[in-house]
């Protein structure tokens, strides 16, 4: 009796550290791009007409560039039958290099920017009322993209182009009801702590749903930050077919300035009979930054092409163009940008 009492308990206490014992996990994502453009800046005297026009040609060198690379560590305890602890710690690295600077004697010495923190957080679990999550956390609209394909050292970034997409916001709680037949609501609040960690400078908050079932995704967040920043974000995809899938997101943001932002996005992958998967995707925005003829537009093809599981290849091209224009007293300042990126790399998960 008391070796199958003895026997019981070491089998309890096993379980226990099993569960206890968080995952490791990560990605290494390394890309060689290269980016090149040209910036063409007229100044026009609004009285008298006369613009002068300079041209600037961007650096073309070749860059190595560490894209999300991480390393995190994620698990649960669980607390009672319906209710656990769960808890993440990841951080970004950069697996090329660390930011260098040069000394007072002009020698050149590193210094390390390595493990900054991303979604980090401990939160409660509940099988029947959600998931309630507190700490640096991503905002909630990062849920609610269906219509981003870009990946890699892209051109203008591998985000849609909108002036605010799913930043990580410090202080912050984020809930996430059951998944019922597809069906999700989210929820988030950002503290305002009137300190140097505020991410928004002001309290936060955002709600937000999503519809995720076989062929079709839809989704839908609002957020706002004081009386000075409301996004409305809506987002979606359908699969045509097994093998091809679009995608669409819209997004309009308003600075509490004369004009809103409006953003658009569109997309598409197609699978094929190879591993190779290949894809594009349009970003257009209008009123940058809630400024009156500022404009963005961005074209971006690539492909895909699955080693295994856990690597795959990646290949991409972009155009990029920019435009905006300011008037101050009586001149009148206008920048454009044209420009074209090519890359590639490969990403490995564990």
Known sequence: MKKLLLA?????LSVSAANAAPTVYGKGF????????????????????VSTKTSFDADGRSQLNSNASRIGLKGSEALTANT???YQLEYGIDIDAGDAFVDADGGRMEKSDQFY?????????NAQYGTLLGGRLSAIDDYVNFANVTQGGVLGGDVVLASFDAPRTNNTFN????????????AMYAMDENNNT???????????????AGPMNVGATYIQAGDDLKVARVSGNYAISPVVTLGALYQNTDFDEDDNENAFTVSGEMKTATPWTAYAQGDFVNNYLGADDAERFRAVVGGKYAFNAATTGHLYGAYLSEEAEETVATTRTKVEFDGFGIGGGVEYKF
């Open 8 to 12: 019981t308990a070491i089998a309890a």
């Open 30 to 49: 390394l890309t060689l791009d290269l980016n090149t453009g040209d910036t063409d800046v007229t100044v026009t005297d609004t009285v008298t007409g």
């Open 84 to 86: 656990d602890l769960v």
């Open 117 to 125: 923190s991303r979604d980090t957080y401990l939160g409660l679990k």
């Open 175 to 186: 809930y996430f009801s059951p998944n019922i037949n597809g069906m999700q609501f989210m």
């Open 198 to 212: 505020d991410t928004l400078g002001r309290d936060a908050f955002g709600v937000g749903g999503k519809y995720e």
